[in-house]
């Protein structure tokens, strides 16, 4: 599991949230794993004030910013929102004859504080923590490893429309991100309704963001030639126009090596017998994110384009 900023949330095993925990001083344990509360005013970084990732005590997942930290006037660190959303996960609390709403940390599980809906703007919340929950580490300092996004890389790719291929794409495994756009034409920033003209020269385009230890670019172009026809010249089915072509932009040398020797591999199969493969392959140029009601679209209306079997 990823963050859509790339860093690994896979939930812990026992065993080794064990093992983290090791190292843990009597309160932390009691906070980070029994859930208990600091007492007010006394947190080490209360007072904190110099620019930072604030990251979880036990499995070193960056949780908060410095810039969303603000003085609450509480006793406990105060933030307006996390460093990622999906670093934390909420979870209705009703001990202490109340109803609260718990802050956990997405990866090991471990408690943080609650989030309150009277915090500033633009948010309106503050998550209120304890500081024995968090670790400090100051802009220009080494991150530990467990800290830091996963080395990722970058493809782009244009099969019809974007809906689909981004949809296909998120489910492979090893990918960590899809997102919509337009590539592979002349007009800066352009829009859905410039680009259906066919006059920007763009393709519906979909960047893929990908750890290349869990899924190879090889194995991206296998799956890109099962998610579309690339024997269409400038249509996918009933979708027609230059927008809709099929293309590869390569971010680097090796990616245009790969993307050649795949299809020329493939026009050599006979399922492509008789039938020429009109796939192009062009450097990446720039590449300009659709609007958002394009983003995750099937995700959004309930559907979704199934994994073809291989």
Known sequence: ??????????????????????????????????????????????????????????????????HAKFKSGTGWPSFFQPFDKQHVRLSRDTSHGMVRTEVLCTRCGSHLG??????????GLRF??????????????????????IPTETAYFAGGCFWGIEDRFQQVPGVIDATSGYQGGATSQPSYKEVCSGNTGHAETVRVTFDPKRVTYRQLLEWF????????????????????????????????RQAKAYIDELSRQSR??????????????????????HQDYHLKHGGSCPLPQR
């Open 1 to 66: 599991m990823y963050s859509t900023g790339g860093y690994d949330i896979t939930p812990l095993s026992k065993e080794r949230i064990k093992e983290r925990a090791a190292d843990l001083t009597p309160e932390e344990r009691h906070i980070l794993l029994d859930k208990g509360t600091e007492k007010p005013f006394c947190g080490l970084l209360l007072d904190t004030k110099e620019k930072g990732v604030y990251v979880c005590r036990l499995c070193g997942l960056p949780l908060f910013s410095s």
């Open 114 to 123: 609650h989030v309150f809906e009277d915090g500033p703007p633009p948010t």
């Open 128 to 149: 209120c923590m304890n500081s024995a929950s968090l670790r400090f580490y100051k802009d220009g300092a080494e991150l530990p490893p467990e800290s830091r996004p």
């Open 225 to 256: 030639f099962q998610f579309h026809d690339p024997t269409q010249l400038n249509r996918q089915g009933p979708d027609r126009g230059t927008q809709y072509r099929s293309a590869i932009f390569t971010a680097n040398d090796d990616q245009a």
């Open 272 to 293: 492509f017998r008789g039938r020429k493969i009109v796939t192009t392959v062009a450097p990446a140029g720039p590449f300009y994110e659709a609007e958002e009601y």
